[in-house]
């Protein structure tokens, strides 16, 4: 909170509750100046305690009053600010006897310079509020709602705690300069009280340039009625732009190259600068290049500097890329062990890691998740799980694997754990997420700092893909401290992560404040699948405009392109003889050789024998494979001819019934062949999308004509967009 800032030179802040005109609603509006009411059943109320501290956290000023109608009181009224001084007001609202929508904004803002009597900037405009910071949150404690100070002391406690929401953070003078910027609706409910924390600073490092400036602004406070008002919005005019975002091709073979085409528009009636959109590439597609209508963006933060839109103006972004495989990622998670979570709340956590990674919902069984655990305690580290490739097969063994790991107890040491991460050996996938989960804060944070940065180079992170997230459970998690300086990658200027949720649409790394381990059991499951299943999700969302945009559900849009593979649905190299389980020969010249002439992988291989001499179709085939829902396939695979005279034909043949084939490879071979290795494209003309589909390695003719044919590493290939 020190860091924010928000301060009011010559303050002259004026609350007002200004009548609606002729509304058909009871409506009460206060004026600070005039405390004007308008005949109604709502009544607002408001208290304050506001102080004012030097860099040392001396108090200079404050101001308290009880609730009441406002008539000449301020919530800031302070005249020798200076460098490094700093404060915050915590703002109680009441509204008597009925529910009410509430709105707030600023209005009537003024600056000026004063009298110089040092160097400043020529010309002098009041720079004072250009160099304020200012955050402004709901202050409702550690529990969200509203339960009361009895119940939750840290209501109204003038701290901003990481679960609180924001309603503003950045320079005060961008909070303050435009009229129409209302704040709202809010329910409120009748007889409750709301508290509203604002603190303010300014910055030890600036100079002569705010000497003697001053600002002057009052806020405005208004309530109409809750019941039978369910369309009420704030003001007469607001903010609304919206995002759209579209792909060109929805179904992309790996190579191929997608355009995505971002558009932010203004279609009501105010004018909107500092406009940011958020737009990180999946980790699934790779940055070609892009080209903006206007403001500048960063393919690495993702971020979209959009800058100014007049009314009815909109501004496009155009990104091309790659589409990349669906490769697996590393997912590593560094637990807390330490004596500082109990034995239950390790437990409780073990089980919910387990059950998220059995639950398929959660976390595929595909392979596509290679898992790593390591654990720190008794000042140091030990690797739980090593690196391993999370599939339908091992599922159950890795799930009682996590639930038989013991605590270790002892001190803490985060330092130890991320070493331990950065020096156990993965598999190397193509994108690595690892998430620290820890209910303990650290002794040694510039350590602990340069050992996340050995391993984002150890295994060669890159912010467009890569991530280092963190998540914070109970009172002795930094969530702060673990947002500004652990989690990775970070952006904007100083540089920072996020808290989550929301989760991030830009490439930034996150932290997510959780009250207790049965919180972390209970939310598993959605970070997995955000880690592990979004790898073609890509979402466009406005960050940030002045004034603020206030219609949220056209502030974000996705496309998800089906990210096809190819994915093996047949592998055969018959090391369990021919003809392997399922498959059908009709007749014994197809059998088993223990050697390596086809080229394929290793021996052993299949084999047509000439002996005894047979004239007719001699086929091996597969047992019945289900290609419902393919349409497109490869089938691969190496061979070699042992040839001794004309005529005979070798084909590779397809059916849906077993019983009637058709050819779709042939050659009639008048010397020896390979070894060499095989494509063939098949289609639903070939009988691709039948659940019975045969392939069938047959020789034609008499069988006296050939020496051997041999057949290995038979793999079939189809093109999986699901």
Avoid at 334 to 363: H, K, P, R
Avoid at 381 to 391: C, G, P, Q, S
Avoid at 414 to 438: D, H, Q
Wanted: proline share 6%; hydrophobic share 35%; glycine share 8%.
């Amino acid at each position: 909170m020190k860091k924010i800032l928000m301060s009011i030179l010559v303050i002259g802040l004026v609350l007002m509750l200004l009548g609606a005109g002729t509304f058909t609603y009871f409506t009460d509006i206060e004026i600070s100046r005039d405390n004007f009411f308008q005949a109604g059943s709502l009544d607002l109320k408001i208290d304050c305690e506001s102080y004012w501290y030097d860099a040392n956290g001396t108090i200079l000023g404050s101001i308290v009053f009880p609730e009441t109608d406002l008539t000449i009181q301020k919530f800031f009224n302070w005249s020798d600010i200076k460098p490094g001084d700093h404060g915050e007001a915590t703002i109680s609202l009441h509204v008597i006897d009925n529910d009410a929508w509430l709105c707030w904004h600023i209005k009537n803002y003024t600056r000026g310079p004063g009298i110089t009597t040092g160097p400043e900037p020529t010309p002098d405009n009041g720079e004072l509020a250009q160099n304020m910071n200012t955050k402004i949150w709901v202050d409702e404690g550690t529990t969200p709602g509203w339960q009361g100070k009895g119940v939750d002391p840290g209501e109204g406690d003038n701290i901003w705690q990481p679960n609180e929401d924001i309603i503003y953070e950045g320079i005060m003078h961008d909070f303050i300069n435009n009229s129409n910027n209302w704040l709202g609706p809010t329910h409120l409910i009748g007889c409750e009280t709301y508290y509203i924390g604002w603190a303010w600073e300014v910055p030890a490092t600036v100079g002569n340039i705010i000497q003697d400036d001053w600002i002057n602004f009052d806020v405005e406070f208004y309530v109409e009625q809750y019941r039978n008002n369910p369309d009420f919005i704030c003001g007469s005019c607001r903010v609304d732009l919206e995002i759209n975002k579209t792909v060109n091709i929805l179904d992309p073979l790996p190579g191929d190259i997608v355009k995505y085409t971002i558009s932010v528009c203004n279609g009501d009636c105010n004018s909107v600068e500092d406009i940011i959109v958020a737009d990180g590439l999946p980790a699934c597609v790779n940055y070609i290049n892009h080209s903006a209508s206007q403001g500048t963006y960063n393919y690495i933060s993702g971020l979209w500097n959009v800058g100014f839109l007049d009314v009815g103006e909109c501004a496009t972004l155009t990104i091309n890329a790659t589409v990349l495989d669906r490769d697996c990622v590393d997912l590593v998670f560094i637990i807390d062990g330490s004596d500082n979570v109990s034995s239950t709340d390790f437990d409780i956590m073990i089980n919910g890691l387990a059950d998220a990674i059995n639950d398929s919902s959660c976390c595929p069984h595909d392979g596509s998740v290679e898992l790593i655990i390591v654990q720190y305690g008794l000042a140091t580290a030990r690797t739980e799980l090593y690196a391993t490739k999370i599939n339908s097969a091992n599922k159950n063994l890795l799930v009682n694997k996590i639930k038989a790991i013991t605590q270790m107890g002892g001190q803490p040491n985060m330092y130890e754990g991320i070493k331990m991460a950065a020096f156990t050996p993965w598999l190397n996938c193509s994108r690595k997420a690892v998430n620290l989960v820890t209910a303990s804060h650290t002794d040694f944070p510039d350590s602990v700092i340069a050992m996340r940065d050995i391993l984002i180079t150890a295994y060669g992170m890159i912010p467009q893909k890569d991530e280092f997230d963190a998540e914070a459970i109970g009172p002795n998690a930094n969530a702060a401290w673990l947002k500004d300086n652990i989690v990775w990658p970070q952006v904007g200027t100083p540089p920072t992560g996020v808290y989550a949720p929301p989760f991030p649409t830009h490439n930034v790394g996150w932290v997510r404040p959780l009250i207790n381990h049965q919180e972390f059991a209970d939310t598993i499951c959605e970070k997995i699948y955000e880690l592990t299943q979004t790898c073609y999700r890509n979402c466009a969302e406005l960050i940030s405009s002045n004034p603020h945009d206030t219609n949220p559900t056209n502030d974000k849009s996705c496309v998800t392109i089906q990210g096809c593979i190819w994915s093996p649905i047949l592998s055969e190299n018959f090391s369990g003889g021919v003809p392997p389980s399922g498959w059908t020969i009709n007749d014994i010249k197809w059998g088993f050789s223990n050697t390596n002439y086809a080229g394929g992988a290793s021996a052993p291989e299949a084999r047509f024998s000439w002996t005894p001499s047979t004239t007719g179709n001699l086929r091996l085939y597969t047992f019945p494979i289900d290609t419902t829902g393919f349409d497109e396939c490869n089938l691969t695979f190496n061979h070699f001819v042992n040839h001794y005279t004309q005529p005979y034909t070798l084909m590779v043949e397809t059916s849906t019934d077993g019983l009637s084939w058709s050819p779709v490879w042939s050659i009639n071979p008048t010397s020896n062949v390979g070894p060499q290795p095989v494509t063939i494209p098949l289609s639903t003309a070939d009988g691709l999308g039948s659940s019975t589909f045969y392939i069938s390695f047959t020789f034609s003719g008499n069988s006296f004509n050939i020496n051997y044919w041999y057949i290995d590493d038979v793999i079939l290939h189809c093109l999986d967009c699901t």
